[in-house]
Structure formats: structure tokens, C-alpha cells
């Protein structure tokens, strides 16, 4: 089902830049507490995970899995403000930071990507086990929402959320990756690089990554697109034989039909980060998925409101609706 938004912007906010930029600014400042809590992994490695509370094993209390997007982290302001929202709901929040990401460099040469799951199906699992009186829920924004996306068509009727919201999903990743490189969007493709190249070169102060990539550590710094990066540096490490063998891989339109369990996508028109092949049509659906597309919002922005310089953050709102809706 593919559905008009109720989402309205803020008056003095209806740039798509501004949308996008405007919580980093108000909630530059947000305090967040948390509790951290490390999982050491089959593999040798290791995942953090950031509660709002630390639950026993007899609590009743929904729990909210939050996957942040790329490079993101608990430092993200996005990830901060949902985390305090389902708090404020009465429902525990736990963050998952992806392997590599809060500025902690993994112990693999592996990281993450945007089809990598397992991850993902692990903390899933074993929050299931360890917390057996519990719903579950999750939420994910930009590459975590497409990372959720496979993950819930994979899992079928095995997947142990109750319902999912992916926010701004590059569902099309390799037309979101040509889309991101054009134009002004291309002020975001050199942020999200400059931190892929830092968390990089991170990595391999702790991980020798010459047998797996073609380019040494002084060469790696002439990347200067996404595309690059992902066909250099995050395909290789990952088994993918190049950036397109990657995005067609982990794109998660293709498993959108598969889905059996209550998920909501939430997108907008003007998105300055991916392109409108990234909005699926009925056609990719499955009978459990709803695609709630707005005229404006930016890239997780979606800041309603009618104070001057005081934003609403509708995605908040709708993602708690969303999931109480399926408590």
C-alpha cells in the first residue's frame, strides 16, 4: 500500500536542505543517556549497544532496536532524538552501532555495508532470547532502514519484530549512489566521505587490509566519490566483485515483496540524498508493507512546527504510532 503523508513542514522550514540540516543545528546539544553494553561476537568481534535502561530478563516493556544510518552512531542527532522519544513513550530504546562505527575501529577487516544483516540477525536473536516477556520493534534510518528492509524479507515469518519503520531508505542504491554525486547534493557526498575515509583510515591502524584491497593506504586518499569507495574499499571487504555487484546485491526493493510482517517505509519527494527510484511502486510490495511518501522532508528531517526556530520532529510521532498501532 503506497500512502499520500500527513506530514507537514515547518513554515519557516521548507527547503529540502534545511529540512535535512535543521535537526543538527537545534539539537546539536541534545543530552541522550545511555547505557553501554558490548556483545563479543561468534566471530572474534564485537557489536556496542547503547540503552535508554537496561531491562531484566522478566520486563514486559516493548524494546526498540534503533539502527542509525551511514557512519552513524549515538552521537547522531537523529538516533539521540528517537531514543529519548521512545523513552518518553514508556518503551525501552537500545541503539545497535554497526561494527566499525562510534569511532571504535571493529577488529576485522569487515565493517559494515548496506546489505550486511547478520549483524543484525544476531542482536535480533539475542534479544529475543534473553528478553523472552518483551515485544520487539525496530526502526531504521537511512542505511539502517535498508538494511532493515532486507533483513525483514529475508526472514519471512521468522522475523522476531513485530512491525519495522525504515525512514528514508536508499532502497535503489545504485541510483541513489549516480543521484548523491550530482549537483548540490554532492556537499553530502563529500561529508559522508570524509568520515568513511577517517573510519578507513582507522581500520587500518588496527588491521592490516592488503590482501584484500588493490590500493595501499597512500593511495586510497585520491577516492573522491561514494561510488569509489564502495567499488575500491567496501566491495572487496565484503566478497561483492564491484560497487554495482554490491548495490544490486543489498538493495532492499528486491525484498520488499517478501515481507511478512508490518513495516512501514517513510520517504520524501525531495530527498536530497537519494533518488525517487528509491520510492517503491505497488508492484514491489507485499501485502505487510506500507510506503508513506511526503512532498517535503529532506533526508531524515521531517520537522513540522509553527514556532520559529523551534522544530517538531514528526518521524518521532509517526514511528511510535506506527509501532504502539502493532503492540
Not at 22 to 30: G, N, P, S, T
Not at 206 to 223: G, Q, T
Not at 235 to 246: I, M, Q, R, S, V
Not at 258 to 285: G, H, M, W, Y
Request: aromatic share 10%; hydrophobic share 40%.
Amino acid at each position: 500500500m503506497i500512502i499520500e503523508s500527513h506530514f507537514k513542514p515547518a513554515w519557516w522550514l521548507t527547503n529540502r536542505h534545511m529540512q535535512t540540516i535543521w535537526q543538527k543545528i537545534e539539537r546539536r546539544k541534545l543530552p541522550c543517556p545511555t547505557v553501554l553494553k558490548r556483545l563479543e561476537l561468534p566471530d572474534g568481534d564485537f557489536l556496542d549497544l547503547h540503552w535508554t535502561q537496561l531491562p531484566n530478563k522478566d520486563d514486559t516493556r516493548n524494546i526498540v532496536l534503533v539502527l542509525h544510518g551511514l557512519e552513524g552512531s549515538i552521537k547522531s542527532t537523529y538516533a539521540r532524538g528517537m531514543l529519548n522519544a521512545i523513552r518518553a513513550k514508556g518503551d525501552i530504546g537500545v541503539l545497535l552501532h554497526f561494527r566499525s562505527c562510534g569511532g571504535l575501529a571493529n577488529r576485522l577487516a569487515r565493517a559494515y555495508h548496506s546489505g550486511e544483516t547478520s549483524d543484525l540477525a544476531f542482536v535480533a536473536n539475542w534479544l529475543k532470547t534473553h528478553f523472552p516477556q518483551s515485544s520487539l520493534f525496530a526502526v531504521g534510518f537511512s542505511l539502517g532502514g535498508n538494511v532493515l528492509c532486507k533483513y525483514a524479507g529475508e526472514q519471512l515469518n521468522n522475523n522476531p519484530f513485530k512491525a519495522s519503520v525504515a525512514i528514508c531508505p536508499p532502497l535503489n542504491l545504485s541510483a541513489s549512489c549516480q543521484y548523491i554525486m550530482k549537483g548540490t547534493s554532492k556537499i553530502y557526498q563529500k561529508y559522508l566521505l570524509d568520515m568513511m575515509m577517517d573510519n578507513i583510515a582507522r581500520k587500518m591502524q588496527r588491521v592490516d587490509l592488503s590482501k584484500y584491497l588493490k590500493i595501499d593506504a597512500h593511495s586510497y586518499r585520491k577516492i573522491k566519490t561514494l561510488w569509489q569507495f564502495d567499488d575500491l574499499i567496501t566491495a572487496p571487504l565484503h566478497g561483492f566483485k564491484n560497487a554495482e555487484d554490491y548495490y544490486q546485491q543489498s538493495a532492499g526493493m528486491q525484498f520488499l515483496k517478501q515481507v511478512e510482517r508490518p513495516l512501514l517505509v517513510l520517504q520524501a519527494k525531495d530527498d536530497p540524498f537519494l533518488s525517487e527510484k528509491c520510492i517503491p511502486t505497488t508492484n514491489d510490495l507485499s501485502h505487510k508493507v506500507t510506503v508513506e511518501v511526503s512532498r517535503k522532508g529532506g533526508h531524515v528531517g521531517y520537522v513540522s512546527g509553527t514556532k520559529l526556530f523551534k522544530g517538531d520532529y514528526w518521524m518521532e510521532k509517526r514511528t511510535l504510532q506506527f509501532i504502539h498501532n502493532h503492540a
